[in-house]
């Protein structure tokens, strides 16, 4: 093997200790229509360097895959420090031994990746899906599109990965299926399921109490999950000495959901939103007593 990879517990302890926190910023979608989320505490197993000191990223973007973002097929670029450019990568997926210099992450752990869609189809079809959401809201749409309770979805979707991850046959033998046979079989088309799941995932990190509302409609998830985005990039933009928005100040005071029983039923986790000290304590209260 003219390359041989290291995994993370095989660097030296110093690249260990300076990759130890990576976080991913990404952006997915498509010109005008960028989401942006920070993914953290990455899974050790997806930091990979050669032994050229290079930090391989196609075992990063199949972690992002399997996630549940939008990464497959998409045009992968990356923002090189050096250069302080987005640098073209070429479609996922990218050949296994493309890498990155190490310094771009090294001892500043965060690798900025941009996915761009290449077809806007893709964009329409997901516009699509929120709007079909949106109409069962409002009692309209197909008697189908009702029935999407957010139960319903995790179950759904939860049927979907286990057939693709692999379930045993009449005979016990391991079955897997490609997404796309699997959402054949779960009834519900792969592009809906992937945006249930990136809406679930989005949930369970900010904290949305999934058993409480499981009889709710999706768009309830939505609305939070927007909701909760929203506040975390407006935190993000404040520079020192800078206050929170009476706006969000009144978004961070009420109840995750207007179906929330109480203040202490839908919240997120203790130090996700990193807010100024001026407002963890009494000014805010998220129900973390």
């Known amino acids: 093997m003219s390359n041989?990879?290291?995994?993370?517990s095989e660097l030296p302890r110093n690249v260990q200790n300076?990759?130890?926190?990576?976080e991913i910023e990404l952006q997915f979608g498509c010109l005008g229509h960028y989401e942006h989320d920070t993914i953290k505490n990455?899974?050790?197993s997806s930091i990979q360097i050669n032994f050229s000191g290079e930090l391989l990223l196609y075992p990063i973007l199949k972690y992002l895959r399997d996630l549940g973002y939008p990464v497959a097929n998409s045009m992968i670029s990356y923002l090189s420090r050096e250069r302080?450019?987005?640098i073209y990568l070429g479609h996922d997926p990218l050949p296994s031994d493309l890498a990155i210099p190490i310094a771009d992450v090294h001892d500043f752990p965060i690798l900025q990746l941009k996915s761009r869609l290449t077809n806007q189809t893709e964009v329409i079809i997901s516009a699509n899906i929120i709007e079909e959401d949106n109409n069962s809201e409002k009692g309209q749409g197909s008697r189908r599109t009702k029935e999407r309770k957010i139960g319903f979805i995790i179950d759904k979707v939860a049927k979907w990965r286990n057939l693709y991850n692999g379930a045993p046959n009449s005979n016990g033998e391991i079955v897997r299926h490609t997404l796309e046979e699997a959402a054949l079989q779960v009834g519900i088309s792969k592009k809906s399921l992937d945006d249930y799941l990136l809406q679930l995932r989005f949930g369970r990190k900010f904290g949305f109490n999934f058993e409480e509302h499981k009889n709710d409609k999706v768009g309830l998830l939505r609305a939070y999950v927007k909701k909760f985005k929203?506040?975390?990039?407006?935190?993000?933009?404040l520079q020192t000495g800078e206050v929170l928005s009476k706006e969000i100040l009144e978004m961070l005071n009420q109840k995750?959901?207007?179906?929330?029983?109480?203040k202490k039923c839908c919240v997120p986790p203790s130090g996700m939103l990193k807010l100024p000290v001026q407002f963890v304590s009494s000014s805010v209260d998220f129900g973390f007593k």
């Open 18 to 22: 300076g990759l130890k926190n990576l």
């Open 42 to 44: 990455i899974d050790q």
């Open 84 to 86: 302080n450019l987005y």
């Open 4 to 8: 041989p990879i290291r995994t993370y």
């Open 256 to 262: 995750g959901t207007p179906s929330c029983k109480s």
């Open 230 to 237: 929203f506040i975390q990039s407006e935190i993000a933009k």
